[in-house]
């Protein structure tokens, strides 16, 4: 089954629960016994049981004068320990402060603490951002994560796989490359847990998470549309990614439920960039300016900042008034290559991404992007494998992005 679901209020995600506050003791008001009935003596240091070091089931043992054994079966809640026995390991583990280690248990059990991840991008702030917040779900439940890139290449995403398998982890956590997902499914009839990260397909063996792309294209196409724009270039990355080919669906569904209600022609055209990168997009939008008659300056200072102002070129009426961008790195390419010679956004061509990472806000004009909610993401995908088993219900959820609008969005140029 799809479970549908729109995204999470940032106040109630796993992601932003408040940190419990730390409470500071209310001084007392009564005498203290070392003050009682004559003059204060100093107070007499009670050594520590454990010699300073941090306390070990052994020493929680050997305070409640039972085993290691019962201080185990207590802690893990296996076996039957009477009552009495039960209350006295408790009150040593609280006398000393002791503190299970998971990653141990888990190693005593014989389960891998390691979950290996794979993505399809280091270099994609997306992929890592949804990282940290699958690394904080994991490490709650004392796992260890082993990140890897497949670089969106089938091969090499089967012979990670199979690494992955060797090391007998508790799970995989992956964003698949356009495959069959062959090795996946061999995985799991192996016993190994597979949930699919950012990819919409629903195996009848593996869990799977995503944001609808398709949605997140037609919020940004409709959002351009509304403000009056009528001359449309997506910059997309590669035909052989599946986001790609689902965000460019997006823009085609957009486009034509707008024409069932305007008779106002639309240009829109689709340009491939080779990667999902910034220099890609900077060198396609190079391309199309150079292709317009305008005069490219390629040495920049940073992303979408120029040396000195430059006098605003004259763009044809074929340029487009706007660009989506696929991602948020191929705009900040885009970006680049506009300012960098003198086109002014959003006056003279609008500009949207997507993903909405954290440094496009900070853009010398920030940017209209689309949301994707890349923390709450990895960790929605984690506790989609640390809650699975054999006999776990496989799950399918999906959110539903937002749009957030920014500076580098506005009329169409001459409007």
């Known amino acids: 089954m799809v479970d549908s679901i729109p995204r999470r209020d940032a106040t109630t995600s796993p992601a932003a629960q408040p940190r419990p506050r730390s409470t500071r003791a209310t001084p007392s008001t009564a005498t203290p016994p070392s003050r009682q009935g004559g003059r204060p003596r100093p107070e007499e240091a009670t050594p520590s049981p454990t010699g300073g070091r941090a306390p070990s089931v052994k020493d929680v043992a050997r305070l409640a004068g039972v085993s290691v054994g019962t201080v185990s079966n207590v802690v893990n809640q296996r076996g039957t320990v009477r009552a009495d026995i039960r209350e006295r390991v408790a009150h040593a583990i609280s006398e000393l402060g002791y503190v299970p280690n998971p990653t141990a248990q888990a190693l005593r059990r014989g389960v891998s603490p390691v979950v290996g991840v794979a993505v399809l991008d280091l270099r994609n702030p997306f992929f890592m951002e949804a990282a940290a917040g699958m690394e904080r779900r994991l490490s709650a439940d004392g796992c260890v994560m082993s990140l890897s890139a497949t670089h969106s290449d089938p091969e090499t995403e089967s012979r990670l796989l199979r690494t992955l398998a060797g090391q007998s982890p508790r799970g995989i956590l992956l964003a698949p490359s356009d495959a069959d997902l062959v090795t996946a499914h061999e995985l799991v009839a192996r016993g190994i847990p597979v949930v699919l990260f950012d990819c919409p397909e629903t195996p009848d063996d593996m869990s799977s998470i995503c944001v609808d792309d398709r949605a997140g294209a037609r919020l940004a196409i409709s959002h351009l549309l509304d403000l009056g724009h009528r001359r449309i270039t997506m910059l997309n990355g590669p035909s052989t990614v599946r986001q790609a080919r689902h965000r460019q669906s997006g823009v085609m569904e957009a486009v034509e439920a707008f024409t069932t209600h305007s008779q106002d022609p639309i240009d829109l055209r689709v340009c491939e960039v080779e990667d999902f990168t910034a220099e890609a997009g900077r060198e396609q939008t190079q391309q199309m300016l150079a292709d317009a008659g305008v005069e490219v300056h390629r040495g920049t200072s940073g ?110 140029r001459g409007k």
Request: one cysteine or more; proline letters at 11%.
């Open 303 to 412: 992303v979408g900042k120029r040396t000195g102002p430059l006098a605003p070129p004259v763009l044809p009426d074929s340029f487009p008034t706007a660009l989506f961008c696929a991602n948020d790195l191929i705009a900040f390419g885009a970006m680049t290559a506009l300012r960098d010679s003198g086109v002014r956004i959003p006056e003279d061509v609008s500009l949207v991404g997507f993903d909405d990472t954290p440094v496009a806000s900070q853009m010398s004009v920030p940017l209209t992007t689309v949301n994707q909610p890349m923390d709450e993401l990895g960790w929605a995908a984690a506790e989609l494998l640390l809650g699975g088993g054999p006999n776990a219900r496989i799950r399918h959820e999906r959110f539903f992005p937002n749009l957030v609008v920014r500076a580098s969005t506005g009329a169409p």
